[in-house]
């Protein structure tokens, strides 16, 4: 099967937590074809959210793909999360889109969430198509809607259909364009519309939303603004052409109306999707040989790994190029060569073999083995990096322990591969509790991956309070000589060493280093000097967080032929570090987050007041639209319950985002705090 004749499109649904992505793309596969038995989220039998955990929440964590086909186009539907602690699943998800349907709640309107990833699309530069959904419900205001979004997000939408009805009466759509009815005469499942005339009494609104619309998309192209003024008619094909324009150029958003759970909308919306949405071919950059995308060498990145006990499977997006089953392709992250196993087309949790997959295809391979979220897989022969993944600090930690010691095991196991699948979870062991702690990036992330134990592994685990991760550090410089001698029955033990910390700026980590010349101490001995200095820092010096941004350097030391080991010099590093250590100003260090305030201007003031309180520095003010944006740096430790306060404080009309900065010393009073503690 040839792919030259198939256009595609890799699209996402991206939407707030409850604004009906989910029951929208569960349309979109029963329309499709693809589902012949409607999910309900309600019933907790949906398609795409095959998690169990997703089937209990009613929400979308994993971003799975999907394929389905409209028209003869095929569209792969790539599943976002909607929740801001998943933020890095939707990074990677808008990375692989090349287009992206934005679903708003028609009562709601622009929510948080929504805004949040309309800002990460426009960083991706992701054309979009807007699709005002629940119209059916008390309250729905599709005009309301569409201004929220035009002032919100400050974008020119093209109202393409206005709702016929609203709320209970909510029965179908009149389409601009074509200017006739489409109307919805059945809920049931795959009900098709009929095409009327339009209502009367919206005949007068359809023109004048008609005009307007031919108004705004005629600016697209030079010939239909030409013939616009000199007051020819616009042809639909003509006008279709201009809205595709518009919309690959970010300058306009198509907007529709429906509701999904009710069966309205969604065939004219999947229409839209194929006329106006990108293809993969319209978003590459022009070859100077101008050879076709799929006849360049391979260039595919890995945006997903979902982890079992057999293996993994890693979702790839093809960007150039075209990959075989058996072929042999270079990592260019790790330099290592991997085999392509086999290769599927995934519907949700379904999967279809292929033997071959071309540039703008998306599928899940197997065979992969040290393949992880954002790395590049390229044509041996012509390396090439795409964008990295940043993967963001962990600067959350829980303590867990199985409640069954037989499940000690499985823990580990089971830990090993979510930490696989997701980068921004970080899995080690307190030394002195015994305890192990996930450190990730939010509350919610570290909540859904303990559910994910118990659901998919079956490990059911006690779970502390959620806790800042701190960190520890140096502030002078310190020399120590420290002698490690025991001598009990049977051999010895003896290792000298003198041992030199020095501070390091903030991000630079541990640095080990050996000065030592002439065999003072053997060769073989050095990395347990290094693992021994590397193991004491993980526990930190007295408050049990790591130290960290020093380096370490072995000066000189001595051996005796027979009592000197390794384990020796391990254990004497480790003693020297922590002697060392104490003597070198140790200070505490917090998580600073990045945080992104919008708020309506009358309440900028109690915003900024509050994250003043909250030790917060202020670093910008910017007008936003109608909002104004405070950028600010705040500890984590503040940050605890905010969202709550924040919409007390704006009567539910600010929003909040932040990530990870920097970790910066602790002031001096909450530092004597936390030695006194420790």
């Not at 002032?151 to 029965?171: H, M, N, S, W, Y």
């Not at 790790?334 to 949790?349: F, P, Q």
């Not at 041996?380 to 993944?389: F, G, K, N, S, T």
């Amino acid at each position: 099967m040839t792919h030259k004749h198939i256009t595609r499109r890799n699209i996402g649904i991206i939407a707030h937590v409850d604004a009906g992505k989910t029951t929208t793309t569960e349309r979109v596969l029963f329309y499709t074809g693809e589902s012949h038995r409607m999910g309900e989220v309600h019933d907790g039998t949906t398609t795409m959210d095959f998690d169990p955990q997703e089937r209990q929440r009613g929400i979308t964590i994993n971003s799975a793909a999907t394929t389905v086909f409209w028209q003869g186009v095929q569209i792969n539907l790539i599943d976002t999360p909607g929740h801001i602690d998943f933020n890095i699943e939707v990074n990677r998800s808008l990375r692989v889109l090349d287009g992206a349907v934005v679903v708003f709640d028609g009562v709601a309107g622009v929510e948080p969430q929504t805004e949040t990833n309309w800002r990460l699309a426009d960083k991706y530069h992701v054309p979009r198509i807007g699709f005002i959904n629940k119209l059916d419900r008390i309250g729905a205001d599709f005009a309301r809607v569409n201004d929220m979004i035009e002032e919100r997000l400050g974008v020119k939408t093209a109202v393409l259909q206005l709702p016929i009805g609203i709320e209970g009466d909510f029965k179908g759509v009149v389409d601009l364009l074509t200017m006739k009815a489409l109307i919805w005469l059945d809920e049931r499942a795959g009900s098709l519309y009929e095409t009327m005339p339009i209502p009367a009494d919206m005949l007068a609104q359809a023109q004048a939303q008609r005009a307007r619309l031919i108004e705004t998309v005629v600016e697209q192209d030079e010939r239909a603004l030409d013939a616009y003024v000199q007051g020819e008619p616009i042809d639909v094909d003509t006008l279709r052409a201009c809205i595709r324009k518009g919309t690959l150029s970010g300058a306009l958003v198509p907007v529709l109306a429906g509701a999904a759970f009710k069966n309205k909308g969604v065939e004219p919306l999947l229409d839209a999707v194929v006329a106006y949405l990108p293809s993969p071919e319209d978003r590459a950059l022009p070859a100077e040989d101008g050879k076709d995308i799929a006849d360049r060498p391979l260039s595919a990145l890995a945006f997903k790994l979902v982890a079992d006990e057999h293996g993994s499977m890693v979702f790839l997006r093809v960007y150039e190029g075209r990959l075989r089953a058996g072929d042999v392709v270079l990592n260019a992250n790790t330099g290592k060569k991997e085999r392509i196993a086999r290769i599927y087309e995934v519907h949700a949790d379904q999967r279809r073999e292929r033997t071959d997959i071309a540039a703008g295809d998306i599928a899940a391979v197997v065979g992969l083995k040290d393949t992880l979220t954002g790395h590049t897989l390229s044509d041996p022969a012509h390396p090439v990096v795409l964008e990295h993944i940043v993967v963001p600090e962990a600067v959350m930690d829980v303590a867990i322990e199985p409640k069954a010691h037989v499940d000690q095991q499985n823990l580990s196991k089971a830990l090993h591969l979510l930490s696989r699948e997701d980068p921004s979870l970080r899995v080690h062991m307190d030394e002195e509790s015994g305890q192990v702690i996930l450190s990730g990036m939010g509350e919610l992330q570290l909540e859904v991956s303990l559910e994910k134990l118990r659901t998919r592994f079956g490990v059911e685990v006690a779970v502390g309070r959620p806790q800042v991760a701190y960190r520890e550090t140096l502030s002078q410089e310190v020399t120590v000589h420290h002698v490690h001698k025991k001598q009990t029955g049977g051999p010895g033990q003896f290792a000298e060493l003198t041992l030199k910390l020095t501070p390091l700026p903030r991000g630079e980590g541990l640095q080990f280093e050996s000065q030592i010349s002439g065999g003072a101490i053997p060769r073989e001995f050095i990395p347990a000097i290094e693992a021994g200095v590397r193991r004491a820092a993980l526990v930190g010096v007295f408050a049990g967080h790591a130290c960290v941004d020093f380096k370490a350097t072995l000066l000189d030391g001595s051996f005796h032929e027979r009592d000197s080991s390794a384990m020796a010099f391990e254990i004497a590093a480790g003693a020297a570090f922590r002697e060392a250590a104490l003597k070198a100003g140790p200070l505490v260090l917090e998580p600073v987050m990045a945080v992104e305030v919008i708020t309506p201007a009358d309440h900028v003031g109690d915003c900024i007041g509050d994250l003043m309180r909250r030790r917060g520095h202020i670093r910008a003010q910017d007008v936003r639209g109608n909002a104004t944006v405070i950028s600010a740096e705040v500890p984590l430790k503040e940050m605890f319950g905010y969202i709550g306060h924040l919409r007390a404080l704006t009567s539910g009309r600010a929003q909040y985002s932040m990530q990870f900065d920097h970790y910066d010393a602790l002031p001096p009073q909450l530092q004597a705090a936390m030695h006194a503690h420790g």
